[in-house]
């Protein structure tokens, strides 16, 4: 069975907190992602790596920085947590059909930040 | 305009019937359209996927596509309570391979 696995559920920190959240797959995909998610907007790509050491940025990636340095492990950091950083933060990793991304996503994990 | 387009419902169907849902998408040249169900307090599955025009059938599940008004639907037959969740659309755009970009989602209701 596929596994994606975020290290917490529900997180809570104080504004300009050093925030990790970790992600880890066993599928070995090349391809990992981190995702938010809010209400009326739906999920945002924040980062993407699709090899060791190799990142790119998404669609939203001020605030945050990622690292990745092994296949099964992808790292979300907020450098300096601040309240408009309170969301759902979504990890995926994906392998490629030749038509496209297939995505599986980890549990989630819920931030809030005080 | 919003890349991917999805009306946030709630889409509300008796049980037994046909639940439609649409999604509407910006980028012509995209190839690859997802549907990912999720369940609330869950995170997104993925129940199907198309890239060719026309249609894609999945046991109660039919995906539909058309490139030139750039639209793909999900219809659910003989709809379930269980069915009741957000179906996320998504598409790959066309400059980035690795890139899906989500819709907001449409709630459905399926009433018993």
């Known amino acids: 069975d596929v596994k994606v696995t975020q290290s917490s559920r529900y997180l809570v920190k104080r504004t300009g907190e050093k925030v990790f959240l970790e992600c880890v797959q066993d599928?070995?995909?090349?391809?990992m992602f981190w995702y938010r998610q809010d209400p009326g907007l739906g999920l945002r790509l924040i980062y993407f790596?699709?090899?060791?050491?190799?990142?790119e940025k998404g669609d939203i990636p001020e605030g945050y920085s990622v690292s990745r340095e092994k296949k099964e492990r992808f790292s979300l950091i907020l450098e300096s947590a601040s309240t408009n950083q309170t969301s759902m933060y979504l990890c995926?990793?994906?392998?490629?059909?030749?038509?496209?991304?297939?995505?599986?996503f980890g549990s989630g994990t819920q931030l809030s930040v005080l | 305009q919003k890349e991917v387009e999805q009306n946030s419902g709630p889409l509300s169907v008796p049980e037994g019937a046909i639940a439609s849902l649409n999604c509407t998408y910006s980028?012509?040249?995209?190839?690859?359209f997802f549907w990912y169900r999720q369940y609330s307090g869950k995170s997104p599955e993925l129940i199907m996927f198309?890239?060719?025009?026309g249609d894609k059938e999945d046991g109660r599940f039919t995906a539909q596509l058309n490139k030139a008004s750039q639209y793909v639907s999900l219809l659910i037959r003989d709809s379930q309570p269980s069915d009741s969740a957000t179906y996320l659309c998504?598409?790959?755009?066309?400059?980035?391979?690795?890139?899906?970009?989500f819709g907001s989602g449409t709630r459905l209701l399926v009433r018993p």
């Open positions: 995926a990793s994906s392998f490629h059909t030749g038509a496209g991304e297939k995505l599986f």
């Open positions: 599928m070995d995909h090349e391809n």
């Open positions: 790596s699709y090899d060791v050491k190799m990142k």
């Open positions: 980028d012509r040249g995209s190839q690859s």
């Open positions: 198309i890239y060719s025009n």
């Open positions: 998504a598409v790959n755009m066309m400059d980035s391979s690795y890139k899906l970009i």
